[in-house]
């Protein structure tokens, strides 16, 4: 059986992207530092309000059901996609296409942890990651997402001279992958085709005009301005 993988999803606009998914152990590890930030929270909160009869029950209670249901949720929504503990082992929650996940799926994959864990562990969650290839726990089945390692993204040829723009928004991790692919695949492609691509992420793309620092204006045409938020994602500028 293979302990590590690779898949190829492919995003709306027909850009391929390498995805690694994640295993049991670095999740199971990645669960272990959650539970562990989640206990320490809780303890913190039943010291507070230990000594605090009748409304103070409440609030824990209240207190332990975030901490056990909307803790994942709203750490998965976030720009990292990942709770602390898969920040920590270098994961992230994604669709299939590899992009962002949504409400919906985060909400549906954290529900459904009820099934995976039956009958007893996570058993069921545990059997399920290791008949697959893509290691998705009864959860990521149904919600359609996958847990991936992230990695530096590698482009098969060197992008275009162009000089590095920032995005106009921040981008998130799928974002960034998307651009780079494509700007990595800008030469084999008609500037017609690029340009074509290139205006269906417009609202991330400097607008015609941007001129960093008193220097030209970004070339007008969306893909050269494409090529050039690679440019800059590639150096962090």
Do not use: C
């Amino acid at each position: 059986m293979k302990l590590d993988t690779t898949l190829l999803a492919e995003t709306p606009e027909g850009i391929g992207i390498q995805l690694r998914p994640a295993g049991a152990v670095p999740r199971a590890l990645a669960y272990s530092l959650d539970w562990f930030i989640r206990f320490i929270a809780f303890s913190v909160a039943a010291a507070v309000l230990g000594g605090v009869k009748g409304m103070g029950v409440g609030i824990m209670l209240i207190i332990y059901f975030g901490l056990e249901w909307l803790y994942p949720i709203v750490f998965e929504l976030l720009p990292g996609a990942a709770t602390p503990g898969k920040r920590a082992l270098g994961l992230q929650v994604l669709m299939d296409t590899g992009l962002p996940v949504t409400p919906s799926a985060a909400v549906t994959r954290n529900l459904l942890r009820v099934a995976d864990f039956m009958p007893l562990a996570y058993a069921f969650g545990l059997v399920s990651m290791l008949l697959r290839a893509d290691f998705k726990r009864l959860g990521d089945i149904v919600a359609g997402t996958l847990v991936v390692h992230v990695e530096q993204v590698r482009l098969a040829g060197a992008l275009p001279d162009v000089a590095p723009l920032a995005p106009r928004v921040p981008l998130t991790r799928a974002q960034q992958v998307a651009i780079l692919r494509l700007a990595g695949r800008s030469r084999r492609l008609t500037t017609e085709r690029v340009d074509e691509l290139a205006a269906l992420a417009e609202d991330a793309l400097p607008p015609p005009d941007y001129a960093p620092g008193g220097t030209a204006p970004a070339p007008i045409r969306p893909g050269p301005r494409l090529v050039a938020v690679a440019q800059w994602l590639m150096g962090q500028h």
